[in-house]
């Protein structure tokens, strides 16, 4: 029996519990917490897309970053690095983001999806393990994107700095954003008490290296199931608030902003699975390095951003089932998960590294 | 000496792996910039059997193994 690692253990209940929370103050159903939506969002803020559903400021993105950055520098762990592979971290962060958007959530919504009942998900998680099955191939065969260097401090801040800015921007000047009036992007938790709980979170998230990939990824590689036990945990707190709030509901059909894909669900999450390997950590694990000055981790972001701004430009998004559609992913979104695993094949072949005799 | 810095995880930990699983040594020198990648390789050679030594060196970790 593996001793159980506590902190961590605590880290993804606060993850689960700040979710059911942000959920009770106003987000969207099963999406306290969602980065690949949220970051959409901020895209949608900044119109640099114009799907009308999912456009607002988040907050959390902001909360997030900023908790990392502190307990990093509280911690004397900040440090400023960048240079290892950015231009291919920023295509990796393109194309896990339309995974992500595919299937309609990141590896912590799908978690979050599967505690309110959202069976689905289920599926969605076999793909992201499998995609994190691929991925540890490529590290076992010697996938590397080569190593960063320390840069200045200013390097390390970039995107800590212009998410802050834009935020405080947005409650000043909101006439300079989009905020949708209807769908998920309408539904918020209120502003400060949502970048309040994401400083915690990112905080904590920091401290014990929480990242929904790494848990899986570490387990096949290492028989290392440290971080599996924040994986497990942000799921039990979070069903656990979901029975107690009256929000789970077992089942495919009728889930909140869900299809019932299971394809291409899984195939979207196989992609977001081997490409945070390939990253070295998933979405939310991508925030929390960037806010401890890693400028590598903040290009995957801007990348995940961008991501966001093709799935809704493009018509590559999945569709949420209604009452009137049974939604899913559309031919271009399916087209552009299959051009997804075709540029991680080739990024994998191209950074595997001559084995020494 | 093995120089992991620069590396995100779980890089550091199959560097470390690999070197071990080649040349079996006795000793070893592991040079860090991360502290969290310090403790999961820390874990995991100690779950070997190596006797562990932590030495800082500058604004890096020098981590010394050895059995």
Known sequence: MKKINWPIVLAGGLVGLAAVVLTALGNPANMGFCIACFLRDIAGATKMHSAAVVQYFRPEIVGLVLGAFIMSVASKEYRAKAGSSPATRFVLGVFVMIGALAFLGCPLRMMLRLAGGDLNALIALFGFAAGIGVGVVCLNKGFSLKRAYDVGKAEGSMLLVALVGLFILSLAVPSLFAFSEKGPGSMRAPALVALLIAVVVGAAAYKTRLCMAGGIRDGIMFKDFRLLFGFVAVFVIALIGNIVMGNFKLGFAGQPVAHSDHVWSFLGMALVGWGSVLLGGCPLRQLILAGAGNGDSAVAVLGMIVGAAFSHNFGLAGAAASADAAGGVGIKGRIAIIVGFVVFAAISALNIQKQEN | ?67
Request: proline share 6%; hydrophobic share 40%; charged share 30%.
């Open chain 2, 1 to 67: 000496m093995v120089d992991v810095r620069g590396l995100l995880c779980p890089m550091p930990l199959v560097t470390v792996r690999k070197e071990i699983e080649k040349n079996a040594p006795a000793s070893l020198e592991v040079l860090f910039d991360d502290k969290g990648a310090l403790d999961n390789v820390t874990r995991f050679v100690t779950g070997l059997g190596y006797k562990t030594e932590v030495v800082k060196d500058g604004p890096d970790y020098k981590l010394v193994l050895s059995k």
